[in-house]
């Protein structure tokens, strides 16, 4: 079972950048799809982005143009590059493997 852990979160202001790191205990070569959700205080977890092995990568509307998801199959890490930070992204980000693996997740908080 492959463990993954977020890291790469923190405060910062609206309009600032933040690049978060998921690593993963094992070979990700062979996965398929890796993604990222969030999710805020009182609402559900949802979709932010997936990257696919052959290159594909599907964002959700709110994050699109602002948020760039990546892979390293050589480092086994998944990267989301989110900038143009808004308020509304503040939440804890975690990542999965599609195959019923999430890590511990990491706090993003965007506030003046």
């Known amino acids: 079972q492959v463990q993954l852990v977020e890291s790469g979160g923190g405060l910062v202001q609206p309009g600032g950048s933040l690049r978060l790191s998921c690593g993963a205990s094992?070979?990700?070569?062979?996965?398929?799809?890796m993604g990222w959700y969030r999710q805020a205080p009182g609402k559900q977890r949802e979709f932010v982005a997936s990257t696919y092995s052959s290159g594909r990568t599907v964002y959700a509307d709110s994050v699109k143009d602002r948020f760039t998801i990546s892979r390293d199959n050589a480092k086994n890490t998944v990267y989301l590059q989110m900038n143009s930070l808004k308020p509304d992204d503040t939440a804890v980000y975690y990542c999965t493997d599609y195959r019923q693996n999430w890590g511990q997740g990491t706090q993003v908080t965007v506030s003046s």
């Open positions: 094992g070979s990700i070569s062979s996965i398929n799809v």
